[in-house]
């Protein structure tokens, strides 16, 4: 059975900085892209960044880039998201999901259950 | 960037009706588009891909269309357990979503 375990969500700063990790089971993790999505409270759904299975290519929304990294170390199962300079409109809902295929560009067919990162002075 | 709008953004139906909800895209994504549901407090759930594939598991009272622009999904036979936010999603350039279309069942 598939599984996505997000951690690392809490209260932070405006300007700090947050790592969140989302660990996966029941898969072969390495042949797989991943995918963070978000969703502030009460919102819809925003893609923020994916990388392929093999580590090798990584792509990011508009609004996150140059100030979050996606990153994986495919020999813990674990996906990463290093976020700095966190706003207010960071707020939100951090999925983990695991795409079809190994390349980007797909849909997203299992998800974890979230965790929330809250920024607020 | 494709932006991408989903109408009506809220829906009431009643037990057994049909619904279509649309998704348009503003410039073409063949028919690299996918639908969700997400009930509150829980991740979203994958129903449709790929326009009008039906997801392993998924009943088929769910069914997608279109392609380029233009897409709808359809609700057949709706139930209570209906009642959820469903959000089209396109992956023909990196990915977005729409911003949800509110499903309440009366």
């Known amino acids: 059975e598939v599984q996505l375990l997000e951690s690392g969500g809490r209260f932070v700063r405006p300007g700090g900085s947050l790592r969140l990790s989302c660990a996966g089971s029941?898969?072969?993790?390495?042949?797989?892209?991943m995918t963070w999505v978000r969703q502030t409270p009460g919102q819809g759904l925003e893609w923020i960044s994916s990388i392929s299975g093999s580590n090798t290519n990584t792509y990011y929304a508009d609004s996150v880039k140059g100030r979050f990294t996606i990153s994986r170390d495919n020999s813990k199962n674990t996906l990463y998201l290093q976020m700095r300079s966190l706003g207010a409109g960071d707020t939100a809902i951090y999925y983990c999901?695991?795409?079809?295929?190994?390349?980007?560009?797909?849909?997203?067919?299992?998800w974890g259950q979230g965790t929330l990162v809250t920024v607020s002075s | 960037d494709i932006h991408m709008t989903q109408s009506p953004s809220t829906l009431s139906a009643s037990v057994g009706d049909k619904v279509t909800i649309t998704c348009r895209a503003s410039?073409?994504?063949?028919?690299?588009l996918a639908w969700y549901q997400q009930k509150p407090g829980k991740a979203p759930k994958l129903l449709i891909y790929?326009?009008?594939n039906l997801e392993t598991g998924v009943p088929s009272k769910f069914s997608g269309s279109g392609s380029g622009t233009e897409f709808t999904l359809t609700i057949s036979r709706l139930q209570p357990d209906d009642s959820a936010t469903y959000y089209c999603q396109q992956y023909h350039i990196h990915s977005n979503f729409g911003q949800g279309t509110r499903l309440e069942i009366k």
């Open positions: 029941g898969f072969t993790f390495s042949s797989y892209a």
């Open positions: 999901a695991k795409d079809r295929g190994g390349s980007f560009g797909g849909e997203f067919h299992y």
């Open positions: 790929q326009a009008s």
């Open positions: 410039q073409s994504i063949n028919r690299w």
